[in-house]
């Protein structure tokens, strides 16, 4: 009996061996294609609900793969089917694909000199968060479950986004307006997977976190109205710049001594405050913007309690009244990696990666609008490692700026990671 165990063990474990192999195989052969690629879209960027170019040159690609192939989806998103043709769950991978308006400074062959408009203004276009990645190893990754299509059970959703850093202006955009839309229908999704690169953390390494791992975006605005008068009798005014400073300085209370902070983090930040023109005059208005960034439901719901009754407190007590708008524009909710799913596809990233490049992370208030997949179905969103090995990460150009870079290797094991948890989750649901 034990040996008949054993020999079957070691039968699923050569299985396993032979397929991983294979996918190893199928991942180097496709790398070119996949440098290509992202030299490609990092040299002619496209901002967000503008990504045109950028979604035909996706487009012919899916299409020459025989996929059923979707476009329009969100203005500018392409949607494309994977039928293996047997019965099986339905599997999402999905990349974003809008740059950003900031003007790119390294000597890259590939660099980007591209111009577009931003907020009425022309800007420069920069892949500067590694958008250009994501869509090449998607395309990678649907290249190799094509070619192993014979092998999947169910179906593959690829879904290329638009807008991930915030539609412009008056417009909607990005995974909210897909999912209303019906990305994750007909055929209904099961399960989404997504990857981001990480300039700061090391080629052939992966990062992940399970439960909330990025931040739930909401901005506010405060419009705070007092009485003008000449800046050297100011008992002649209701001042909205002290009722303003007030109110700064009182908000950053409710996370410093109304949060339970050794659960999660949380953020209450007032980014811009405008008023006035002169020194002499007091003003009549003041108006602030800022940001809230929670990594629980019960931190954002709390805040959103809080913050209104502090406002509206502090202009009372001022004689001022104040205007508060919750959220501003938009809104994220939490990147939330389903810990079941996490817990499962844990033993496949370990096996691409390597146990000892799987590193598990802290939640992070930076936020991803992934988060709308999330809210609808189990997700898991990890991070890539793209930093040379040779750079320290204190010397590694961040995010968003101009000197942005990762390195081409890193894509490899991103291409990898989207065909095993594709693979596996059809093998084992």
Known sequence: MYRKLAA??????????????????????????????????????????????????????????????????????????????????????????????????????????????????????????????????????????????????????????????????????????????????????????????????????????????????????????????????????VDPVVTAAQMIMSLQTIVSRELKLIDDAAVVSVGSIHGGNRSNIIPEKVEMVGTIRTLNKAARDHIYETLPRKVKGIADSMGAEAELTLPLDYYYPITYNDPELTAQMLPTVKRTAGEENTILTKPVTGAEDFSFFQEKIPGLYMWVGGKPLDVPEEESPAHHTPEFYVDDSGMKLGVELLTNLTLDYMKNN
Request: with cysteine; hydrophobic share 40%; glycine share 10%.
């Open 8 to 237: 079957a063990g070691f039968g699923v474990f050569a299985a396993v061996c032979v397929a991983q192999t294979d996918v190893e195989k199928k991942v180097e052969a496709v790398e070119a294609d996949v440098i290509k690629w992202r030299h490609h879209f990092h040299e002619f960027p496209e901002l967000s609900n503008r990504e045109f170019n950028t979604a035909k040159y996706i487009e012919k690609f899916l299409r020459s793969l025989d996929l059923e192939v979707t476009t329009g989806v969100a203005r500018t998103g392409v949607v494309a089917v994977l039928d293996s043709g047997k019965p099986g769950p339905v599997v999402a991978l999905r990349a974003d694909m809008d740059g950003l308006p900031v003007k790119e400074e390294n000597d890259l062959p590939y660099r980007s000199t591209q111009m577009g408009e931003y907020n009425g203004q022309e800007v420069p276009v920069m892949h500067a968060c590694g958008h250009d990645t994501h869509m090449a190893m998607l395309m990678g990754a649907a290249k190799i479950l094509t070619e192993m299509k014979s092998e999947l059970r169910g179906k593959v959703k690829f879904i290329f986004q638009p807008a991930e850093e915030g539609a412009p202006a008056g417009e909607k955009g990005g995974a909210e307006i897909m999912v209303k839309e019906g990305v994750l229908k007909n055929p209904d999704v099961d399960v989404i997977f997504g990857l981001h690169i990480s300039a700061n953390s090391d080629v052939g390494t992966v990062s992940y976190n399970a439960g909330g791992t990025m931040a739930a975006v909401d901005p506010f605005k405060i419009v705070i109205h007092g009485k003008q008068a000449h800046g050297a009798y100011p008992w002649k005014s």
